[in-house]
């Protein structure tokens, strides 16, 4: 099968423009995540999705960055405007329902740098 | 979830059994440890779980202490792509769904030739 997969791979965008994620997960995955890991720092939980619907968006930053899964399926991530800061990776992963205490499979991230 | 412990890094001769070592001494009941890594520019991969048991999969074992405080991730013969970051997680499974993972800081396992 597919793994999930994450466009694009790098993106530099200067300060104040805006940027979107997206990422396919593996296909019939209802569980979609969203992480990040800024320079130096841990990979974050940002947020989850069940379908379409935010489960837990309890590591979104701030409200420069909103995330959507319309229809259940891909989902984006959207930076506006884009700060300094948020450069980093941005990590997608999915799991099927029942098999979620499995493991998720992780896509290669999207490399976000922000001039 | 309950926190977890890792040495920060670790070296490992090629063809030789790595041993990674990870303390939870918090970990509640309903609890599972789970393992992780990250090679270098790639996303984290799933390796193993498990909840009370020893656990051995096509990639690694896992073996749990009776009181379930600690836990040691076994790649029985590593090899040069074993190198990564290793990441214990301690987390509870909400049936249906499953929470975020809270990923520290890991293990920066480091295979010599």
């Known amino acids: 099968e597919a793994g999930v997969t994450q466009f694009p791979s790098h993106s530099v965008i200067e300060k104040g423009q805006t940027v979107t994620l997206r990422c396919d997960p593996i296909s019939g995955h209802d569980n979609l995540y969203w992480y990040r890991r800024v320079m130096g720092k841990e990979i974050k939980f940002l947020l989850h999705?069940?379908?379409?619907?935010?489960?837990?968006e309890s590591g979104m930053p701030n409200n420069r960055f909103l995330a959507e899964r319309t229809g259940g399926t891909y989902s984006t991530l959207k930076v506006q405007p884009a700060e300094l800061e948020d450069s980093g990776v941005y990590f997608c992963?999915?799991?099927?329902?029942?098999?979620?205490?499995?493991?998720?499979?992780f896509g290669s991230g999207t490399r976000l740098t922000v001039v | 979830d309950a926190k977890t412990t890792q040495p920060p890094s670790m070296d490992c001769a090629e063809g030789r059994a790595a041993n990674l070592p990870c303390n939870h001494s918090?970990?509640?009941?309903?609890?599972?440890v789970y393992w992780y890594r990250q090679i270098h520019s790639q996303g984290p991969q799933y390796i193993i779980h498990?909840?009370?048991n020893n656990e051995t999969n096509e990639m690694a074992s896992l073996i749990i202490t009776e009181d379930r405080k600690s836990s040691t991730l076994i790649l029985p013969h590593a090899t040069l792509r074993d190198t990564a970051v290793y990441y214990c997680i301690v987390r509870m499974y909400s049936g249906g769904g499953a929470d975020g993972l809270t990923f520290g800081k890991g293990t920066h396992l480091i295979i010599q030739p």
């Open positions: 498990g909840l009370k």
């Open positions: 992963a999915s799991s099927q329902a029942y098999t979620a205490i499995y493991g998720y499979t």
């Open positions: 999705f069940v379908k379409e619907s935010k489960q837990d």
């Open positions: 918090t970990i509640s009941g309903n609890e599972y």
